[in-house]
């Protein structure tokens, strides 16, 4: 069984702080890492997709980085603003058979006060 | 439309009726998913659909559940006498590649 823990659980920051969650997994049997923007009342928005030990990845405001060895990636952003505000899902898939089963962490919800 | 469309967006039921929920995915897209979401709980993976292979339905929590997929596009997920429990919102996805696309849900209240 894949276990994603995502820390902290809930932010709060303040319009222009610059913030970063955390994403850990287990190092073994692993295949991608998926993280997603998900707002309420809309769907879940991919941001990256990522595979490869060392990877980072940017887009616009929002970075990431992964390391397989150690199982964990990170997610930055720079200069939060209010509409940034939502929950933050990492999601793992092992590949192999596993390729469909993504496993999802419980969250970072992120609240950008004005 | 371009994105993967759900329907109903919300559903309340009676405990003990059948419902069913559709998935039209991104056209071209051979992966489908379903996931769901309960109240305080993450996202958990139900079955998974690819090509013509037989459907990973590992993640189905109960024989009330079933999913089907015809001509390899549109999606149903169908629960049968539901159960307070199955209050949550379920997600369909598809993906062509390594990037999976969701659709806004379908929000199911069992009374």
């Given at each position: 069984?894949?276990?994603?823990?995502?820390?902290?659980?809930?932010?709060?920051?303040?319009?222009?702080?610059?913030?970063?969650?955390?994403?850990?997994?287990?190092?073994?049997?692993?295949?991608?890492?998926?993280?997603?923007?998900?707002?309420?009342?809309?769907?879940?928005?991919?941001?990256?997709?990522?595979?490869?030990?060392?990877?980072?990845?940017?887009?616009?405001?929002?970075?990431?980085?992964?390391?397989?060895?150690?199982?964990?990636?990170?997610?930055?952003?720079?200069?939060?603003?209010?509409?940034?505000?939502?929950?933050?899902?990492?999601?793992?898939?092992?590949?192999?058979?596993?390729?469909?089963?993504?496993?999802?962490?419980?969250?970072?919800?992120?609240?950008?006060?004005? | 439309?371009?994105?993967?469309?759900?329907?109903?967006?919300?559903?309340?039921?009676?405990?003990?009726?059948d419902v069913e929920l559709?998935?039209?995915?991104?056209?071209?897209?051979?992966?489908?998913?379903?996931?769901?979401?309960?109240?305080?709980?993450?996202?958990?993976?139900?079955?998974?659909?690819?090509?013509?292979?037989?459907?990973?339905?590992?993640?189905?929590?109960?024989?009330r559940f079933s999913?089907?997929?015809?001509?390899?596009?549109?999606?149903?997920l169908t629960i049968q006498r539901t159960q307070?429990?199955d209050?949550?919102?379920y997600?369909?996805?598809?993906?062509?590649?390594?990037?999976?696309?969701?659709?806004?849900?379908?929000?199911l209240?069992v009374?």
């Amino acid at each position: 069984i894949l276990n994603v823990e995502q820390s902290p659980q809930s932010l709060h920051v303040q319009e222009g702080d610059s913030t970063n969650f955390t994403c850990s997994f287990p190092s073994s049997n692993f295949y991608a890492l998926h993280w997603y923007r998900w707002e309420t009342a809309k769907s879940p928005e991919a941001l990256f997709v990522m595979t490869l030990n060392g990877d980072e990845k940017k887009k616009g405001r929002i970075s990431a980085t992964l390391n397989t060895k150690e199982g964990y990636s990170y997610l930055y952003i720079k200069g939060s603003q209010p509409e940034d505000s939502a929950t933050y899902l990492c999601a793992v898939n092992a590949g192999g058979t596993s390729y469909g089963k993504l496993t999802f962490g419980q969250g970072t919800i992120l609240t950008v006060h004005p | 439309g371009a994105g993967v469309s759900q329907s109903p967006s919300n559903k309340v039921t009676e405990k003990g009726k059948d419902v069913e929920l559709r998935c039209d995915p991104i056209s071209g897209h051979t992966a489908l998913y379903w996931y769901r979401q309960s109240l305080g709980q993450g996202l958990e993976f139900l079955i998974y659909f690819q090509g013509n292979s037989a459907p990973d339905k590992s993640g189905l929590p109960s024989d009330r559940f079933s999913a089907e997929r015809t001509g390899g596009s549109v999606s149903t997920l169908t629960i049968q006498r539901t159960q307070q429990e199955d209050s949550a919102v379920y997600l369909c996805a598809s993906s062509a590649r390594d990037t999976i696309y969701f659709g806004e849900g379908s929000w199911l209240t069992v009374v």
